[in-house]
């Protein structure tokens, strides 16, 4: 606890605080045009943070005029790419100065754990641009084996204007996933937050101009997804729109493109991700360790929470006492007090959608082992994390995706039964499997069917993986790493006739 300070300190910090709270279009700070604002709400208190601008269809409009214009023009596309490279890493350097403010500023807004702000999001999403900035030049095309009459040049050029729509549950981090890669091909990005989390995309806009970012290089729209995200989606002039968030909207894109001008479409979507022990595994402190973890990181509001643990029958109550003694550690309340490890859900729509889960997993006969009630402290939205035994997969809450405090323990009586378990899913964005068994580990990874497998470890791998899903997890690319950048830019063929 040494190196966190006291929550009254935090509790000052946060009435401190400096961020905007108006769209940021042109390099500058402005209202919506229709003047309309909306609130952004502390879900841990209750308590109005602000009043936000509210954009629409017009604000888009003009967001993507400018953004093409600043692309033609070149100011930033036609950078020398170590030059870009600097500067964002001159934004970087500004961040990491504002580490702190940040962190408060996303925990406020989301309710997300201070703790987790402060060692995983902020100086996460740091980091993860810096990556980017750093590939800057050194991400280049390739020469084709055309022989000795032709020249043929694969070229990447930054593909223009890019669209990025975020989800609520790491805001400053999965801005950064896009951004990153985005900024760094020489890309004009536009970035509509989440509307319950748009503050710290509002201040990373702040101090992206202070550190030299170009006016028309960046935008930030907060407003409603049916308003800004659709007109994104639908605009005849976005090159690229990268999405993270449901499923359900996700599938909207789509048709957006489809109703549009074809515009790339990346989809970084929903889970429903396996925690699977094989039946080698007969130590279970490190196991129960990385379990909670998984299912119980930022509330459960993740988009790899491990909301189905799969576990050998032999195992399970073994397992199951480890998992729930591991669990009784992380205690819940005022996300400020860095004592905490699971703060408040986002918001209320999501706090109801998570107890009507709750209701549903005992109405359809599953067993209640620890939580499954809100937890009342002042007006937050608390819930207490739940853990349910006797699972089947016909339940719906090991069908469905929860996104909150919510798991489940299943048992299964073979390998083959766990791995099949485990793919009985339509989603397929991460899977975690534990097994000492080097063969089996390999055989096993190779069948899930999932875009990331962490092997006795929970995680989404670090900034140089690809990070996607398969199935209905996702559609079009992958975030972060080397692969990221091939969504922002176009490749041509330049082929040269060197014979005569
Ligand atoms: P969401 O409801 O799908 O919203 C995501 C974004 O889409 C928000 O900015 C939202 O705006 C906007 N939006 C809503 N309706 C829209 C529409 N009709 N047209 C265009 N845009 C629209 O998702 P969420 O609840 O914020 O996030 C949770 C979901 O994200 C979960 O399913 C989770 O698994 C997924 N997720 C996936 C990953 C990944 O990398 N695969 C990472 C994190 C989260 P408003 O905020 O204004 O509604
Ligand atoms: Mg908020």
Redesign the pocket.
């Known amino acids: 606890m040494s190196d966190f300070l006291s929550v009254k300190e935090y509790e000052a910090i946060a009435k401190r605080l400096s961020y905007p709270t108006q769209a940021f279009i042109d390099g500058e700070f402005t209202a919506a045009a229709s003047g309309r604002t909306m609130r952004s709400i502390n879900p841990a208190t209750g308590s109005v943070i602000a009043e936000l601008a509210s954009c629409g269809r017009e604000d888009v409009d003009r967001a993507v005029k400018i953004a093409r214009r600043t692309f033609e023009n070149g100011v930033w596309s036609k950078k020398h790419p170590s030059e870009r490279k600097e500067i964002i890493l001159a934004f970087t350097a500004l961040l990491r100065e504002h580490l702190i403010e940040l962190a408060v500023l996303e925990s406020i807004d989301s309710g997300k754990p201070l703790r987790a702000c402060l060692t995983g999001d902020v100086p996460g999403s740091i980091a993860c641009l810096e990556w980017h900035a750093e590939y800057a030049d050194k991400s280049y095309g390739s020469i084709s084996p055309s022989g000795d009459s032709a020249v043929g040049m694969i070229v990447k050029e930054p593909a223009g204007v890019v669209a990025c729509?975020?989800?609520?549950?790491?805001p400053l981090l999965?801005m950064a996933w896009k951004l990153g890669p985005a900024l760094s091909e020489g890309n004009s990005v536009i970035i509509?937050?989440?509307?319950?989390t748009s503050l710290t995309a509002l201040k990373l806009a702040e101090l992206a101009a202070e550190a030299g970012i170009p006016e028309g290089a960046l935008a930030v729209l907060p407003g409603?997804?049916?308003e800004v995200?659709?007109a994104l989606?639908l605009h005849p002039d976005v090159d690229v729109l990268s999405f993270?968030?449901?499923?359900?909207?996700g599938r909207?894109f789509l048709e957006y493109s489809a109703r549009s001008n074809l515009k790339r479409i990346v989809l970084?979507?929903?889970?429903k991700s396996p925690f699977v022990i094989l039946d080698d595994i007969t130590d279970f402190a490190y196991v129960a360790q990385q379990a909670v973890s998984a299912a119980f990181w930022n509330m459960g509001e993740n988009?790899t929470q491990n909301s189905r643990i799969i576990v050998p029958e032999k195992s399970k109550d073994a397992f199951t006492e480890a998992f729930l003694a591991e669990l009784s550690t992380w205690k819940t309340g005022n996300p400020l007090d860095p004592a905490n490890s699971l703060g408040a859900l986002v918001n209320k729509t999501q706090y109801d959608t998570v107890l009507n889960y709750i209701e549903k997993g005992k109405a359809e006969g599953a067993q209640v082992l620890t939580g499954g009630q809100p937890l009342h402290i002042g007006q937050g939205l608390f819930i207490e994390p739940t853990v349910f035994g006797e699972v089947t997969s016909t339940q719906t809450i090991a069908r469905e995706?929860i996104?909150g405090p919510v798991t489940s323990i299943m048992a299964v009586s073979s390998n083959e039964e766990a791995i099949a378990l485990a793919n009985d899913t339509n989603y397929g964005?991460q899977a975690t499997l534990f097994t000492n068994n080097l063969a089996l580990a390999h055989r096993c990874a190779k069948a899930l069917r999932a875009g990331t497998i962490s092997v006795n470890v929970y995680c989404e791998g670090d900034d140089s993986t690809p990070?996607g899903?398969y199935k209905q997890?996702?559609f079009g690319g992958k975030?972060k790493g080397r692969e990221s950048h091939s969504q922002y830019v176009e490749t041509k063929t330049i082929f040269m006739n060197i014979e005569n």
């Open positions: 729509v975020l989800p609520w549950n790491f999965m509509k937050p989440a509307s319950a409603p997804g049916p995200g659709e989606g993270t968030g449901s499923t359900e909207v909207k970084e979507l929903g889970g988009c995706e996104f964005l990070f899903g997890s996702g975030d």
